[in-house]
């Protein structure tokens, strides 16, 4: 199957990817010829094997921090509101307690997606909006 990125290094030594059928370039932030083309690969293999990405990388978050790929936006909350006191510890349980926040509540917090935010703040409510942006 042809690769869909190439590799392109610029005469000041930083690697780009090529995209083959657009023409698009993009820095790789590396002179580094091997890591250049690791990154090269995975890209080329995500365009082959599509499924494949979010197994990959939740064994890369799992290396990384084993509670990564589980943390839900519930525990995000709820550990917000532990570290406040008084009178903001109060405001943080009221808006976590937000219906709008329902549809991200129980999701792992590496699989949201932008859609997902959109729903929560699909009301308009500006406080809800706030408390998320802080989140």
Known sequence: MKQ???LVRRPWGVFYLKNKITGQQ???KTSDKNEAQRILQAHNESEIQP????SLARVYMNGADPKLGTR?????????????KDETRRRWEIAIKDPNFDC??????????AEHFDKAM??????????LRRM
């Open 4 to 6: 869909a990125y190439g």
């Open 26 to 28: 993009t820095s790789l």
């Open 51 to 54: 499924h494949f990405n979010l």
């Open 72 to 84: 839900t936006w519930q525990e995000v909350m709820e550990n917000i509101v532990a570290k406040k």
């Open 104 to 113: 991200i509540r129980n999701l792992p917090v590496c699989e949201t997606r």
């Open 122 to 131: 699909a009301d308009g409510k500006v406080s809800s909006n706030v408390y």
